[in-house]
């Protein structure tokens, strides 16, 4: 295996690109900005589902499944979700196909139109508040509470691994409810069940905010979100969660009878995280050697590698090594033992480094006369010789710190990366060379806002939500602010 | 709760659908043919899913994820492919929606039509088949083994909740092989996963056997499947796993280079269970007073309801109630205590026979005062007291007789509807009157099998693996056969 791997400081797109092909994660395929998720990646994906799954169902959701498709005329029902989602998507037209008069090839039957042409989802609030209209009629009937875990289509034209792609997987919730504060506390909850996940789980550092009014998603009456940062000093949108007011159930006609016998519409969320987060993974803890990943979703988590000569040495040496995974597993650690013959230890230990294996155990004649093991680890690329005696609480709580190493990392990276700023030129500065959150007053306009966008490229990220009050003079246009919003350049 | 369910006697199609949609498993959308599953549904699917996921990955398959659109080209590379799957198809041919002149509705933008229309995938071969020529160069990369969950499209012009929708959730596993024997053990070793699911975990008896040449999957050198009887006479196809021989890697330019450093086209199979399997199981188990689920499926394995007059009666039945919900999921056993005081015991009662619960424990005044609970097994809808001391091992042993008797009756049930017959008019005397399968002689060309079709609508459903030789004649033609086969009406 050759790693060439480009360097982050050289071409950090680049670098990115080809991490996620080498390490196995995804590849482009046949189809223009459609992807294949490789089964390494695939497996990480898995660990995510999992972990997010239990925590929805922990707070009350339950899983569904709505149509694929959806009915042209749905998107028009709601005037301002046309605009966010009903332009760049893929529109089926047609349901047959017939084989074309050469004999051999197939082409479209001009016969097989469809009446109403149907909307690939781009995302499901629509066909799902059309379903709700049956399923709510009274109050005992709410709050409902559910998740849908599918994949969904955007027509984006330019398209990168997991961080944009026509076709992605996500998780969608949909929620209803019968007050105004309960659906605003649900949209809260789930921007800090996401930031938690982020957090403890994936090891990324987060910020949580609102978005402003032209950033918000189309249809919401406020947007939450997480905002992460990578290596680059660019922000990525790692998870948003909406409070969608009473506009979908007024667009799609959904009423209650409260406790008092009387009609009012539904109060609704959404929210969603989708397998972008694969490339918040790479960027956030990866380096110039392959993928760092939090032991959390390591799908192996430790692998062994024997170093032998001779069927003698590789028999005893596999001894100790079977031992060890099986005191391993019983403490529910993934263990991968790698006696493969047909590659060399050098091999092995370069393949795990780009898999961002966390620990890596190495047994050769040398440790089996000692009684001792070698354990590197992937985030410092440390080695050192573990006894026997102590080898798996030494692994079992190696596992535990670079979880946390990881998260402390990122975290210090992130916070010596915002940096107020009180003058457009500081603004221009700090953007051009060290990147980063910005922190700055904002007159509040959108007008502002696309003008700095216009004039550097960087959004307004979220303004956070534990921002201090704090009076002040925008950087831009010099008109009062009331506290501090962030702005960066964003994937 | 009403449940005025149609009898099975009465309408045996129609008790189907009422059931289905009244037990809240699934209903149809306002997309035609596709359905959305509830979550009640939804949570029978999870807990198959998790099974299979399980079994796929105790037998070495990987999960990975391949585009939803197929390029209309890949479709004619696999010539018998071609007319099996790419006839009636979602196509997908623009990618971009506008605002009409009337400045309200959208349309379609006649600018944005793509080059080459894409097909939403009706099974995935070829899209897997194209990305395997860049995943395989080598043995060492062989066997592949993998498997993906996800959503397919055909466009039925008849549909039905579960047995037949435009829109359906299923896997697919996609595997290749360096030699032929290992393709075929690969088949084979799917088809007896999934009789194992099946039979062990649906409490679904099945019948494990080959296609015959007109049945069989586009593309495949030989069709295994797995044929259940519904309680209604007519057979269901559970699952099918299909050894595709060179077929894909000769469509898709897939070779390898052997040990001896020679390269061959790879060997192939494919293998797919869906959520029709949901409509099996309702038709296999379930009963005129509602569905019947076996315990290793059911979303809630016992629910308690407590009969109580006044608070004080519903704090101390509560407490009771709460201590046997607690020891119960020590057990890993699913437990619901319905507490709700807006609906009487009665209607409890009515919702959670329709629903399948398999255990029912109600407490009353008297059971507090005498250390008794009354539990009712959903199967049989009997009752028993049990006294406090038995209760939790008599719960627990109950719900592995319930998954045993389930399956013992429909295994009864089965073997009391294999009808040997040996003239042509006894064929259609037991499938007009006794229905189920007939096993009889057949000469073994297709067009004996279509005439049968024609006359009698009868198909036949496999070869089975066990079948004993038998020398014969065939059935209508009277030529000489090698051994029975099974004729049925099927779903």
């Known amino acids: 295996m050759s790693k060439n791997l480009t360097k982050r400081s050289e071409d950090y797109s680049k670098w990115y690109n080809e991490l996620v092909v080498k390490a196995d994660l995804a590849e482009n395929s046949a189809v223009r900005g459609c992807m294949v998720i490789k089964p390494y990646g695939y497996a990480i994906w898995e660990k995510m589902q999992a972990e997010l ?75 799902i508040w059309n379903t709700y209209k049956g399923w709510i009629q009274s109050y005992r009937d709410l709050p409902l509470l559910i998740n849908q875990w599918a994949n969904v289509v955007r027509w984006e034209m330019r398209t990168r691994l997991f961080l944009r792609t026509a076709e992605f997987l996500w998780q969608e919730g949909h929620t209803a409810h019968a007050t105004e504060t309960e659906a605003v506390a649900e949209a809260e909850q789930m921007m800090n069940v996401y930031a938690d996940f982020a957090q403890n789980f994936m090891a990324i550092p987060v910020i949580k905010g609102i978005k402003t009014a032209n950033e918000r998603f189309a249809g919401a009456i406020e947007t939450y979100c997480i905002e ?24 799609f006609d959904v009423k209650f009878a409260n406790k008092e016998g009387k009609q009012d519409y539904v109060w609704a969320t959404s929210w969603g995280v989708s397998t972008r987060l694969m490339g918040a993974l790479v960027m956030t803890h990866s380096d110039d050697n392959g993928l760092v990943l939090p032991p959390n979703l390591a799908p192996i988590q430790v692998v062994i590698v024997p170093i032998y000569k001779g069927d003698e040495q590789f028999e005893a040496i596999s001894a100790e ?17 790698d006696d493969r013959d047909t590659h060399k230890p050098g091999f092995k230990f370069a393949e795990y480094e780009l898999k961002g294996v966390p620990v890596r155990v190495a047994i050769g004649p040398n440790d089996l006369a000692n009684g001792t093991f070698e354990v590197a680890r992937r985030d410092t690329l440390t080695k050192e010789t573990v006894i026997s005696a102590d080898i798996v609480s030494h692994i079992s709580d190696l596992l535990e710190e670079m979880q946390a190493a990881l998260f402390n990392k990122a975290l210090n990276f ?13 603004f221009k500065d700090v953007l051009e060379n060290k990147t980063g959150f910005i922190s700055a007053h904002w007159d509040g306009t959108t007008a502002t806002e696309e003008k700095i966008k216009e004039l550097t490229k960087a959004t307004i990220r979220c303004i956070a939500l534990d921002r201090k009050e704090e009076a002040g003079t925008c950087v831009y246009t010099g008109a009062p602010s009331v506290g501090r919003v962030l702005f960066a350049k964003a994937y």
Chains 1, 2 share one sequence.
């Open 228 to 251: 992460a940062l990578m290596q680059d000093g660019k922000a990525l949108q790692a998870g948003t969660s909406h409070f969608l007011g009473q506009n979908f159930a007024k667009a």
């Open 321 to 337: 090594a079977k031992q060890l995974m099986a005191r391993l597993r019983k403490l529910g650690i993934t263990v991968k033992y």
């Open 414 to 426: 992130r916070d010596s990366h915002i940096t107020e700023v009180n003058t457009f030129d500081e």
């Open 53 to 127: 799954d239990r925590m929805f169902k922990e707070t009350g959701h339950q899983n569904a499944y709505f149509p694929l498709f959806i009915p042209k005329s749905f998107f028009s029902k709601e005037a301002s979700h046309v605009d966010g989602f009903a332009k760049e998507c893929a529109v089926v037209t047609h349901y047959r196909l017939r084989t074309a008069a050469d004999g051999k090839t197939i082409e479209v039957d001009p016969d097989a139109k469809l009446e109403e042409e149907l909307i690939v989802r781009p995302t499901s609030e629509t066909i």
